[in-house]
């Protein structure tokens, strides 16, 4: 048990997708203008990297594998997670309608979201078993909704600063992430 | 207004020249560009996987129904991925494992399936070759540069060879994490600069 606890940590702070790994930087220079958004943002993909984590390694351990056909894995993962999401979205528009509302346009945005595709594969090559996938898959969600939201936390405070001219919008933004990535650098010390 | 093949290649360059412009495909430009040599390996392989794909888009597009557009992208990304993948596990091992994990995340990089459907889903394949050429270059520009600039300070050295010399003492904190996007921000705003004049 402390073992996981110890994984869950470290994949959420220390190893932070976004501001330690760099992946998922699309979305988040994108929906982090907005604390609405951010928290809409960071649910879903809680919401499909647990699924997506949990799905690609089956399919990895269960069918890829016993068949050596490894070398699939890219299109494989990538068409299971563009499915998942498709599938997710019809669910919910049926069965959770205010769920639905809450996350709606940002779930086709997960696809292309290279925090999703990055994590199943980091899973694999790292060689979790399939509970160690799921408590990494859902940290490392929750590790990018935290930097996420922080991050948009601040960039609201930015909207009311008086940025010169040639550093506005995205050039800030990610000047700001890199203060925050220090930020969050400090954490190396604790692994 | 039709543009003719030169300007399709060279708005590439400038124009339109990502990550800058177009801000799209943040994640491999921050990740790999701890060195010139990572950055300039990782422009090739996604020139690559540009030109295939925007080629064969642009020649299946009358075919694809546009519903489901966006998934027959994914997987002809997809494919043309694994191509490179297996091309450099072949002939390039030694930066096929630093670059690692970012081989196959070129699928989700917003920049291939960006210039796909912006681009060769609505144009001829010579232009969406060209498109995609340019593009391809200016990404691999971008990256080189700063992989350049990282490279420089970060570890005081350029391609592996020393440039100031056993005194100089690394600015570590630019081949960090929060270097990259400092620096990428930076370079972002230099941009804006030379382009607002």
């Known amino acids: 048990m402390g073992d996981y606890v110890l994984l869950a940590i470290s994949c959420i702070l220390v190893n932070n997708i976004l501001l330690a790994q760099y992946l998922g930087c699309c979305p988040f220079m994108g929906t982090s203008k907005k604390m609405e958004t951010a928290i809409g943002m960071g649910m879903a993909v809680i919401f499909v990297l647990v699924m997506a984590g949990a799905i690609t390694w089956l399919i990895d351990a269960y069918i890829l594998k016993p068949v050596k056909l490894e070398y699939l894995r890219t299109i494989a993962f990538i068409i299971v997670i563009a499915s998942l999401v498709q599938f997710v979205e019809m669910f919910l528009r049926k069965s959770i309608p205010a769920l639905y509302k809450g996350l709606g346009i940002f779930l086709p945005l997960i696809t292309t979201n290279c925090a999703v595709m990055g994590v199943c594969l980091i899973n694999i090559n790292e060689e979790y078993t399939f509970i160690q996938s799921l408590v990494t898959s859902f940290s490392y969600a929750t590790g990018f909704g935290l930097a996420l939201v922080l991050f948009a936390g601040v960039r609201e405070r930015i909207l009311l600063a008086r940025v010169p001219k040639p550093l506005e919008d995205t050039a800030i933004g990610l000047v700001t992430a890199g203060m925050l990535a220090l930020a969050f650098f400090a954490f190396k010390g604790m692994a | 207004m039709a543009k003719t093949?030169?300007?399709?290649?060279?708005?590439?360059?400038?124009?339109?020249?990502?990550?800058?412009?177009?801000?799209?495909?943040?994640?491999?430009?921050?990740?790999?560009?701890?060195?010139?040599?990572?950055?300039?390996?990782?422009?090739?392989?996604?020139?690559?996987?540009?030109?295939?794909?925007?080629?064969?888009?642009?020649?299946?597009?009358?075919?694809?129904?546009?519903?489901?557009?966006?998934?027959?992208?994914?997987?002809?990304?997809?494919?043309?991925?694994?191509?490179?993948?297996?091309?450099?596990?072949?002939?390039?091992?030694?930066?096929?494992?630093?670059?690692?994990?970012?081989?196959?995340?070129?699928?989700?990089?917003?920049?291939?399936?960006?210039?796909?459907?912006?681009?060769?889903?609505?144009?001829?394949?010579?232009?969406?070759?060209?498109?995609?050429?340019?593009?391809?270059?200016?990404?691999?520009?971008?990256?080189?540069?700063?992989?350049?600039?990282?490279?420089?300070?970060?570890?005081?050295?350029?391609?592996?060879?020393?440039?100031?010399?056993?005194?100089?003492?690394?600015?570590?904190?630019?081949?960090?994490?929060?270097?990259?996007?400092?620096?990428?921000?930076?370079?972002?705003?230099?941009?804006?600069?030379?382009?607002?004049?």
């Not at chain 2, 596990?89 to 994990?101: C, E, R, V, W």
């Not at chain 2, 960006?114 to 995609?132: H, L, M, Q, T």
């Open chain 2, 5 to 197: 093949i030169t300007q399709e290649f060279t708005k590439g360059l400038w124009d339109e020249i990502p990550p800058f412009r177009l801000v799209l495909g943040l994640c491999p430009v921050l990740a790999v560009t701890k060195s010139v040599e990572n950055g300039l390996g990782m422009g090739v392989a996604v020139v690559f996987v540009l030109v295939c794909s925007n080629m064969l888009v642009s020649l299946l597009r009358n075919i694809i129904p546009s519903k489901v557009r966006i998934a027959c992208f994914i997987v002809i990304i997809a494919t043309f991925v694994i191509v490179v993948e297996l091309l450099m596990q072949a002939y390039a091992y030694p930066l096929f494992l630093k670059l690692g994990i970012f081989i196959p995340l070129i699928v989700v990089n917003c920049v291939v399936l960006g210039r796909a459907e912006a681009f060769a889903y609505k144009n001829g394949p010579v232009r969406s070759i060209v498109d995609g050429f340019g593009i391809g270059i200016g990404f691999t520009i971008s990256l080189t540069a700063l992989g350049a600039l990282r490279e420089v300070f970060g570890s005081g050295t350029f391609f592996g060879m020393s440039v100031f010399g056993p005194s100089f003492q690394p600015f570590t904190f630019m081949v960090e994490a929060p270097g990259a996007f400092v620096c990428l921000g930076l370079m972002l705003s230099l941009m804006n600069l030379a382009g607002n004049k």
